[in-house]
């Protein structure tokens, strides 16, 4: 349990707030590529409770800025597209891309007000289907070496969801290795040949044991964790009767998302990111170490479980997430179906809209959880003091060394976990078609 107070510090977003001006010091996801692609381009951005409008200009080139015009607070995201910037349609007033008044045709002749006028502006960049913003003070940082930052496009796909509840809460389930064997259990296992695209539907390691067995069969992992240049490395081991261990390495990078392995062949390097206090989305960069990901099916595949443009998810809590007791008794633990996306989805906003942790009961298995919500005090104390070096992946630390993060599924024939599961990752990295060598 922790304090009231304590719960306020590390779940609000807002400008000033003690979480919100850690998060501001890193990379957001903002849009995905596809949202510009789908006709105009200009969209709404509700991030870190602040309302903006990110557009592509007649240069091609990206803006994000304040989505209430300065004048009288019209909708910018209904403004004109025209030369570097946006135009209000109420009184014309012309805003370039980084938020500058540059003309005010309804005033007098030779006003120089539109000088004094700035709306706000933030940096953005694109990579691999996603927009980022930086929403901080000073320059924006260097990108890390992530794999989901090095693969080409070709082998990353990106994709987004709505979650009606505070981001922290929607991180945590992302390191908590123990939930897996409940969750997301089936209690009948499909075949795995079946499984592209999908999570938890391979075989585990190089075994012929599906995912969803292992899972069933081991439900007390041993979990290790150890700090990391980009937040946590986190092992879940599960120790077989045979004398064998599952290996499993996640990972949590600083501050909001996880990275951790999809099948043999992909990873999901998956960010929480805060639209306000009560909501966020998740923004999942799925990449490839072997083939091109098959851009079309991933996509249709999750377009059929979200409505657009919100990327609503079609089971909610409005509907009770599909919720059929009858398959709760015979096919899968939730009875909400096979996406296990719907069943996080349930586990983080059943909690409510902001998990009262006042009243929450930490077990040996949320260490994770635990360790990251110490990186995040620190974090917030180091701002608040003016050490921002003292940040994770800060203070001069060569970003461009910083790779992976390692995440994967192996077997571990004797004790020696870590040694199966660097072999595991050098093979898969060896026979990557792109250059993944760490
Ligand atoms: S409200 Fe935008 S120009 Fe007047
Ligand atoms: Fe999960």
């Not at 200009?42 to 592509?56: I, K, Q, Y």
């Not at 009606?164 to 997301?184: K, R, T, Y």
């Amino acid at each position: 349990m922790i304090s009231q107070e304590l719960n306020d510090s590390l779940t609000r977003v807002g400008k000033g707030s003690d979480a919100g001006e850690v998060l501001r010091r890193y990379w957001q996801p903002a849009a995905l590529s596809d949202e510009l692609q789908q006709g105009r381009p200009v969209v709404p951005v509700r991030l870190l409770g602040e309302d903006l409008v990110l557009f592509r200009d007649t240069e091609g080139k990206l803006g994000l800025i304040g989505r209430h015009c300065p004048h009288r607070g019209a909708d910018m995201c209904y403004g004109r597209l025209e030369d570097n910037g946006l135009r209000c349609p109420f009184h014309g007033w012309h805003f370039n891309r980084s938020g500058q008044c540059v003309e005010q045709p309804g005033e007098p002749e030779g006003s120089r007000m539109h000088e004094k006028i700035q709306t706000a502006s933030y940096p953005v960049v694109e990579k691999n289907g996603i927009v980022w913003a930086y929403m901080g003070p000073g320059e924006p940082p260097e990108f890390p070496n992530f794999d989901c930052f090095r693969a080409p496009d070709t082998h990353v796909f990106a994709f987004k969801g709505l979650w009606e509840c505070n981001w922290l809460q929607a991180m945590e389930v992302g390191i908590d290795p123990a939930h897996a064997s409940f969750l997301h259990r089936f209690l009948q296992d499909e075949d795995p040949a079946d499984s592209y695209g999908k999570q938890f539907r391979d075989k585990a390691g190089n075994t012929e044991i599906p995912m969803t067995k292992l899972l069933r069969d081991y439900p007390r992992p041993e979990i290790q964790v150890e700090e990391a240049d980009h937040g946590l490395k986190i092992t879940a081991l599960r120790h077989m009767e045979d004398g064998r261990s599952h290996v499993r390495v996640t990972n949590q990078i600083f501050p909001e998302a996880i990275c951790i392995p999809m099948s043999r062949e992909m990873t999901i390097t998956q960010w929480h990111v805060p639209i306000d206090d009560e909501n966020c989305y998740w923004y999942s960069m799925f990449t490839s170490f072997d083939k091109p990901v098959n851009k079309e099916l991933m996509r249709e595949q999750r377009l059929k479980e979200h409505v657009l443009p919100s990327y609503a998810p079609k089971k909610n809590k409005r509907n009770e997430y599909g919720y059929n007791p009858a398959e709760q008794e015979s096919e899968t633990y939730t009875g909400m179906g096979l996406d296990i996306n719907v069943h996080d989805q349930w586990a983080v906003e059943s909690m409510g809209a902001i998990q009262d942790r006042t009243q929450e009961h930490l077990g040996k298995s949320d260490v994770a959880i635990i360790r990251y919500r110490r990186m995040l005090r620190a974090a917030i104390a180091a701002v608040k003091e003016g050490r921002e070096a003292d940040l994770p992946m800060a203070g001069g630390l060569d970003l461009g060394s910083i790779f992976g993060p390692i995440s994967n599924d192996s077997i571990a024939q004797d004790g020696d976990w870590q040694k199966a599961a660097e072999e595991a990752d050098d093979a898969r990295r060896g026979q990557c078609s792109w250059d993944a060598s760490v």
